[in-house]
């Protein structure tokens, strides 16, 4: 029977029944409960009494019923996962979750364990646990709280991990419209830093050159060789929305400022060279997959809006020689490694 099969059953009961122990959370006593407990966690995450303490906020105070939890919580990349496993006088229940945060599995982990002995209290079966498990579902005591709590009937608050920011060194390809003739592609490096929902980046890019006639008077110039380099500053923010064991999927929004420098020349004998320089600000949006071995890949859609269109001139002349559209719009794939913390 899987936990949320189990559960559906009987929720709407055990709201009114969990809502009466609530009301006397400060009562609860271990002392004659019979409770077994397999507890397996990171260093990181609160520890066993914590779990304890979590637990008896939640069971019910005049209940004698038996009850085996075996927890077991790993760090299987960005996520955490909770393998959760209880016996009670009814069939066992398992569950696995994911969660950020190694404190919300374990309140997690002692709520469903007190959901279950409540649900073979009310179900009134007479399954017991199987043999390997019984002699462990045994009447015990819970270990004494940490020494900072200062009341034993007081479940402590658990504070988060502090994480420390993550860095992102990957390679980009670019394909963009509008600063060169045609559909232009490019590639650079990029690094980033991330903490948390928030990135911060760098990243430059050497675009492949372009061609095209010099518009006006200037036919004689022609085919001019169009270079473009650029250099985006951005500030980003990311909500996760898929993690599982090993992985995560991120969707992002990105505020970027560019440098341009954009170069003609032209093959005819004696003609002249130019460059020009502008900025530009745009939007970025995309998404983030982490996968397993520290990997990350992306994609993004970008649309930068240039101060002025980007022209190219001939003194003494005034005339442009080429002028590019004032915006650019790229598409960007990008593949790195991710160095440093979880943030």
């Known amino acids: 029977m ?7 059953s009987w929720c709407v009961g055990l709201v009114g029944l969990l809502g009466a122990a ?30 304890m303490l979590l637990l008896a906020r939640h069971l019910r105070g005049g ?18 996962r909770l393998a959760l496993t209880v016996y009670t006088s009814a069939l066992p229940l398992r569950s696995e979750e994911t969660a950020s945060s190694c404190d919300e599995l374990v309140r997690l ?16 079966t007479s399954t017991e646990p199987p043999e390997a498990e019984a002699s462990v579902a045994e009447e015990v005591r819970p270990p004494p709280p940490p020494a900072r709590v200062e009341n034993s009937r007081r479940v402590p608050d658990v504070a988060p991990r502090a994480t420390g920011p993550g860095w992102l060194v990957a390679g980009q390809l670019h394909g963009g419209l509008g600063l060169l003739p045609g559909v ?12 948390r929902n928030v990135a911060l980046r760098s990243a430059a890019s050497w675009w492949l050159p372009g061609e095209a006639a010099a518009t006006g008077s200037f036919d004689s ?25 090993g992985h995560a999927l991120a969707l992002g929004v990105c505020g970027v400022f560019s440098g341009y420098r954009f170069g003609s020349e032209s093959r005819q004998p004696g003609a002249p060279s130019a460059v020009a320089y502008r900025s530009g600000w745009g939007l970025d949006v995309g998404a983030m997959w982490g996968l397993p071995g520290a ?29 590019s559209r004032g915006s650019q719009m790229r598409f960007s794939l990008l593949m790195g490694l991710v160095f440093g913390g979880d943030g």
């Open 295 to 323: 990997l990350q890949v992306g994609a993004e859609l970008g649309l930068s809006e240039l101060a002025a269109p980007l022209r190219v001139h001939a003194e003494p002349y005034r005339e442009a020689l080429y002028e």
């Open 2 to 8: 899987t936990w949320r099969g189990g559960i559906a």
């Open 221 to 245: 110039l022609a085919p001019l060789t169009l270079t473009l380099q650029s250099l985006d500053l951005a500030a980003c923010l990311r909500q996760p929305v898929v993690a599982g064991a």
């Open 22 to 51: 609530a009301a006397h959370a400060d009562d609860v006593r271990l002392t004659t409960a019979k409770i077994g407990v397999s507890y397996r966690a990171p260093a990181v995450c609160p520890d066993v009494s914590t779990f």
């Open 63 to 80: 209940d004698n019923a038996p009850l085996y939890a075996r927890v077991e919580i790993s760090e299987a990349g960005p996520p955490y």
């Open 109 to 124: 982990a002692a709520f469903m364990a007190a959901v279950a002995r409540t649900q073979a209290v009310i179900e009134k």
């Open 184 to 195: 232009s592609f490019g590639t650079g490096p990029l690094v980033e830093v991330a903490w």
